[in-house]
């Protein structure tokens, strides 16, 4: 299963990078820059599934105290606390060509780092706190409390001025954008979402291993 | 616009960086747990020579230094490690008769 994760995840990798350089055509408004989207707006969305687990896993300790609960929420807050920083240091990298900034305090990008500094709060509970109860129940609030700067991060662009362009994916109405670039973006999405579940997995494998071994 | 090359790369580059450091942070965890256990492994086995150790006999002169774990209970042959000597030392409790108590 773990080997067939692993091969699918190379598998899509490579696909994502054929479609992102070979088969995607140059943009006509930002050149070969845009590139940068296919690694951007896919990293953001799985980080926004990563919170979303983190979210269900916190409830369902809450409510159940079950160990394997909180030991997804850790693994997939890890994770995700990763791709949120591949997001905001390429989304950056994008920036300064385009906007000629590499970084500006608008509301998207300032909404995007209070999820990233949460999220590391909610990491830097479970590594404070000794008893592993405490620290378990702890970090599910903070993952309940920071899951709440997911919508604010996604509708920013929406409910105020921003330098930063609307939604591509996950917006109300049709899809504006062409063909071969949806395409390419969910490739890659795909290839993403693949990668989170092959580390989250093993993560989660080795919290367990590492909690038996000091049982 | 200019195709800003570099910038590309610096992105894609990156983000392969931090997933790969990341990979390589759970592989070095999973080799330091799998030799944690290794070393653990050989003391459970059918090397086992000894019974339980009388809590009251484990004390700091103990030649494996790991006695303290059986005053929990466990079996003595459970704390020492497989690096350790397995020939009894003078600290050892089943090597002085004189440490062991009567039996009532």
């Known amino acids: 299963m773990n080997r067939t994760l692993g091969w699918l995840v190379i598998l899509g990798l490579v696909a994502g990078l054929v479609m992102g350089f070979v088969v995607a055509p140059r943009d006509a408004a930002q050149g070969n820059v845009q590139r940068i989207m296919y690694v951007h707006v896919p990293s953001v969305l799985v980080a926004y599934l990563a919170f979303a687990v983190v979210l269900i896993a916190s409830i369902v300790y809450l409510t159940t105290r079950r160990e394997a609960a909180d030991r997804i929420g850790h693994a997939s807050a890890e994770v995700g606390v990763l791709f949120t920083g591949i997001t905001i240091a390429s989304g950056a990298i994008w920036g300064k060509p385009t906007w000629g900034t590499w970084w500006t305090w608008d509301a998207r990008l300032t909404s995007v780092a209070v999820l990233f500094v949460m999220y590391l709060g909610y990491l830097l509970v479970r590594g404070m706190v000794d008893d592993r109860e405490r620290a378990a129940r702890y970090s599910a609030v903070v993952g309940i409390v920071a899951a709440l700067d997911v919508p604010l991060v ?3 662009v929406y409910w105020w001025r921003t330098l930063h362009q609307p939604p ?17 973006l969910l490739v890659n999405l795909a290839a993403l979402a693949l990668v989170y579940v092959f580390l989250v997995m093993k993560r989660v494998r080795l919290l367990r291993r590492e909690e038996e071994a000091l049982a | 616009m200019p195709d800003n090359w570099s910038f590309v790369i610096a992105a894609y580059l990156l983000a392969a960086v931090v997933l790969g450091a990341y990979w390589r942070h759970l592989v070095k965890k999973e080799r330091e747990l ?10 459970k086995g059918p090397q086992s020579v000894g019974g339980h150790v009388n809590p009251s006999m484990s004390g700091p002169h103990s030649v494996t ?8 209970g466990t079996a003595v042959n459970q704390s020492v490690k497989a690096t350790e000597p397995r020939v009894p030392g003078p600290g050892h409790p089943r090597s002085e008769p004189s440490t062991r108590r009567p039996l009532p």
């Open chain 2, 34 to 43: 799998e030799s944690h256990e290794r070393m653990d492994q050989p003391v």
């Open chain 1, 168 to 184: 591509t994916m996950l917006k109300p109405g049709p899809s504006t954008m062409p063909g071969v670039f949806a395409a390419t």
């Open chain 1, 154 to 156: 996604h509708f920013s």
């Open chain 2, 65 to 72: 230094g790991h006695f303290n774990q059986s005053v929990k």
